[in-house]
């Protein structure tokens, strides 16, 4: 056993050295496949939504069929060298722990082929882009085998913060949905000389930023949780001979429910109408990254947590949605399920930090408890 976790562990350092952002996930992909080389699963699926893997283990005898999904991207944030295995990609590197949730999903799979199941299959995927929202509804839109229909799907996710190793289960909505919105605004440029033959979009989005910013207090006010966060504009180029006629806003709309962000997405889009018009602008508005809210059933959670009693980890209801989304939703309209996570450690970094690193602690726990899970979900 220590032999086998000091090599998962340094296949989790190695995906560490050399992240891949959301959609160019192709040296992670080959790095799977050449660890899992000697693993006997019955299908092995590849190029699924991108550079998605699906692998299917199974029994040959009736029985539950669960799905677990992991996912494999890194993000756009340089590294500092803290640690021996530190990023070796400029700009890119591991800050939301997905080389530590691949290298878990590759041990389960080692697992499987040391231990076989009795009954049932396991449905193992390695999914791409969930830092940008495509990913899995690339997969399951995609070319993901249309004969694969688990009865239960399950994932999870390291919570800074949290003791490790200490389950964290949520009934109902466990991730929140959020998407980003692009306002672009049109209006006539003019010499800076005389400004006033032209139509600025600055002074809209100088008036758009503190009304943005005041709108979830409203929502509040209705009995929706939401939260807008601004993170990019522009307006014009720099010549300072030009009034601009061009502008854009982006932010990132937040709720705590899918009903809730169409309440919020229109919301926003009447108050950008109204400013634009006010100021004689044209505008035009576009979403992207969007993230479904994560739902976790009852049923499912009720298995997480006789697993985890089984092998005596702690838990934890959380009486709050997180904040942060997971597009892991996906699967869970489609499938029952849930995702839960599981303690990073009080000290470790908050997720996204450039000083954050994967607990490889927690590593032989979740490969136990989603081993339970398999095993024991008929």
Not at 316 to 331: L, P, V
Request: net charge neutral; hydrophobic share 40%.
């Amino acid at each position: 056993m220590e032999n086998y976790l000091k090599k998962l562990i340094g296949f989790r350092h190695k995906l560490h050295r050399h992240p891949e952002l959301s959609g160019n996930e192709k040296a992670t992909a080959s790095a799977i496949l050449h660890y899992l080389a000697d693993t006997t699963p019955a299908e092995k699926y590849t190029q699924i939504g991108g550079y998605g893997i699906v692998l299917v283990f199974d029994s040959g005898n009736p029985g539950p069929v669960t799905l677990i999904r992991s996912d494999m991207d890194a993000l756009p944030i340089d590294e500092p060298p803290l640690v021996p295995y530190h990023s070796l990609q400029a700009g890119i590197s591991h800050k939301c722990g997905h080389d530590g949730h691949t290298a878990i999903l590759a041990g389960l799979a080692e697992r499987l082929t040391q231990a076989p199941l009795k009954k049932g299959k396991a449905i193992l995927v390695f999914q791409p882009a969930e830092e940008t929202g495509t990913g899995a509804q690339a997969m399951l839109q995609g070319n993901f085998p249309a004969h694969l229909s688990p009865d239960i799907v399950f994932a999870f996710h390291n919570i800074p913060g949290k003791e490790k190793h200490r389950i964290i289960l949520r009934d109902g909505f466990f991730a929140s949905a959020s998407r980003g919105i692009v306002i672009h605004l049109s209006g006539k440029t003019a010499h800076a000389a005389e400004p006033e033959k032209g139509i600025n979009p600055a002074f809209a989005i100088a008036e758009m930023i503190p009304a943005l910013s005041q709108l979830p207090e409203k929502m509040k006010s209705q009995g929706y949780a939401a939260k807008i966060t601004l993170i990019h504009l522009k307006v014009g180029e720099i010549a300072f001979g030009t009034s601009p006629g061009e502008g854009v806003l982006m932010a990132t709309l937040r709720t705590r429910s899918d009903e809730a962000m169409t309440q919020l997405c229109t919301a926003t889009e009447m108050l950008v109408k109204a400013i634009a018009a006010k100021h004689l602008l044209t505008l035009s508005i576009n979403y992207t990254e969007i993230f479904p809210a994560t739902t976790s059933h009852p049923q499912a959670n009720s298995k997480v947590e006789k697993a985890a009693k089984s092998l005596s980890l702690p838990i934890e209801k959380n009486n709050d949605t997180f904040d942060w989304s997971e597009d892991f939703g996906h699967f869970t309209k489609r499938w029952p399920g849930c995702m839960f996570g599981i303690g990073a450690g009080t000290e470790q970094a908050n997720l996204h930090n450039n000083t954050y690193d994967f607990p490889d602690e927690i590593i032989p726990t979740a490969i136990a408890l989603f081993e339970k899970l398999i095993k024991n979900s008929g």
